[in-house]
């Protein structure tokens, strides 16, 4: 690479960033609802510089979606350390939603709407799947949760709550009595005699 090339870079990354910084900005406040447009004049960019790194709003919504999902794992590794295994469930989904509290395009990424393309982050997703598939079978072995609880209430859970962040936005009030409420649901003593 030569002298020449080397600002380029630097010049082209700084752009890079100023685009996500405000498309996290106008996403967070307005979902998809976010035009490209908006974006561009955000950030003080023209429209061709905001095409040549993102070819289309899908795909800058995709950039945005996967670089806040890649800190998903490190959530689920510091709730696994916890000891007590029903506090360690706990604060996985509580930390997760806390983790798209305020921005509604993450929300919906979160929720399974819209288009969303997830290559590249399967080794992340999946090691949050192993991790959380461990806190949530410690729990259970422990009788902290009720015994019936596995990986797959997991979406079940913070699908139903962050539809109420989502939906409700005026304040974190809803969703976090709607999660004390799922929470109340699927500690031990709310499963007993209860059967799939």
């Known amino acids: 690479?030569?002298?020449?090339?080397?600002?380029?870079?630097?010049?082209?990354?700084?752009n890079r960033a100023r685009i996500m910084a405000s498309a996290?900005?106008?996403?967070?406040l307005r979902g998809r609802e976010a035009q490209m447009e908006e974006i561009a004049a955000h950030c003080g960019l023209g429209m061709g510089t905001l095409y040549r790194h993102f070819p289309s709003k899908q795909a800058l919504f995709t950039a945005m979606v996967r670089e806040r999902y890649e800190g998903m794992a490190g959530l689920a590794r510091a709730a696994e350390q916890i000891p007590d295994p029903g506090e360690a469930f706990e604060t996985v989904l509580r930390s997760y939603l806390e983790a798209a509290d305020g921005d509604a395009s993450f929300q919906l990424a979160l929720m399974g709407a819209g288009d969303i393309e997830w290559e590249g982050l399967e080794q992340q997703k999946a090691e949050?799947?192993?991790i959380v598939t461990r806190v949530i079978e410690r729990a259970v072995v422990a009788g902290a949760v009720r015994a019936d609880l596995t990986y797959a209430d997991f979406p079940l859970l913070t699908r139903g709550v962050m539809a109420t962040m989502y939906f409700r936005p005026t304040g974190s009030s809803g969703w976090r009595r709607h999660l004390e409420l799922a929470l109340d649901g699927v500690r031990a003593d709310a499963g007993r005699g209860s059967a799939r």
């Open 24 to 28: 996290r900005e106008l996403f967070a």
């Open 1 to 14: 690479m030569s002298d020449t090339e080397r600002p380029l870079r630097a010049d082209a990354r700084r």
């Open 128 to 130: 949050f799947a192993e």
